[in-house]
């Protein structure tokens, strides 16, 4: 099966690309098993390089830390979607003196690294009288920046709905702030949830960037036990288990994601005919316009 602007390979194409596919595959497995005979060789797997895991007070430490990562990321992610939900209507608003402002918000904080955010907020606040604890400066930093990529997603979602959407909701009577809060945006959001939820995931990884401002999250205290000399430096050793735990946490946001989609999928839509609200004397009548509801809304 072919289209314009791409052609299905053929048996020779498909046999190269399959025998492409195990060379890749096959230096892959080299790099890695490469990586780690230097390891072993650098005696990182050493018994006395993972004792310190063994200890409770590490082991109570380690979930203190992954405790200050989820609190940070879950403010910072509902920050985030708060953030974007306001910035992205904000952009489509008519009135240009709060779409400007919107659009110069989000164009400023999506161009500045979410580490220099950071950096500002609790290194830079402090020369002009404002101190920040390193919690609310790794939040703070993480909301400007996927605060304003969300607001994208948004616009860009309720961009994308046919406009018959719009213009059956305003046939029916309803003002723009209504159609935007009540039918565009929650189908933008079902459209757009696999963005948004990928999103999320990048907004738990950054918080691993909080240990620039001193913030005690999972990183911090691995770049703490790696450089401790009493338990023998195991920097390679803290870096694998932390980086497991980022792996977990993601893999549980992921599947909470799926979870969600499923069940936004299972729910279904339910279609509100406008006609049948609509003066059928008037210019047009009987058109069959019809406005997609979510389920959980109720036809007006």
């Not at 080299?30 to 063994?54: C, M």
């Not at 738990?204 to 703490?224: C, N, P, Q, R, S």
């Amino acid at each position: 099966m072919s289209s314009v602007l791409y052609d299905a390979p053929g048996p020779r194409a498909r046999a190269r690309n399959r025998v492409l596919g195990i060379i890749t595959v096959l230096v892959v497995i080299a790099i890695i098993g490469g990586i780690l005979y230097k390891f072993w060789e650098a005696n990182q797997f050493a018994p006395s390089k993972w004792r310190v895991f063994t200890f409770p007070l590490v082991q109570r430490t380690i979930l203190e830390a992954a405790g200050a990562t989820l609190s940070a990321f879950a403010v910072a992610a509902v920050g985030s979607l708060v953030v974007g939900v306001l910035l992205g209507l904000g952009r489509l608003s008519q009135h240009a003196w709060l779409r400007l402002p919107c659009l110069v918000i989000v164009e400023v904080f999506r161009a500045i690294p979410v580490l220099i955010l950071m950096m500002i907020m609790y290194y830079g606040l402090p020369t002009i009288g404002i101190k920040m604890e390193p919690f609310f400066a790794v939040v703070i930093g993480l909301v400007l920046y996927n605060g304003s990529v969300l607001a994208e997603v948004f616009r860009a979602g309720v961009q994308s709905l046919p406009k018959g959407q719009n213009e059956a909701a305003q046939a029916l009577g309803l003002r723009r702030t209504q159609v935007l809060w009540i039918i565009l945006l929650p189908q933008a959001t079902r459209a757009m949830l696999p963005v948004i939820l990928s999103q999320l995931v990048v907004v738990l990884k950054d918080t691993a960037l909080g240990f620039i401002v001193t913030f005690h999250e999972l990183l911090y205290y691995a770049k703490f036990l790696g450089s401790s000399f009493t338990y023998g430096s195991p920097i390679i050793p803290a870096t694998i288990v932390m980086g497991s735990i980022y792996i977990v946490l993601c893999l549980a946001l992921s599947g909470v994601a799926k979870l969600v989609e499923l069940r936004l999928k299972r729910g279904g839509r339910r279609v509100v005919p406008a006609a049948s609200n609509v003066d059928a004397g008037g210019p047009g009548g009987g058109g069959g316009a019809a406005i997609v509801l979510p389920s959980t809304q109720k036809g007006g």
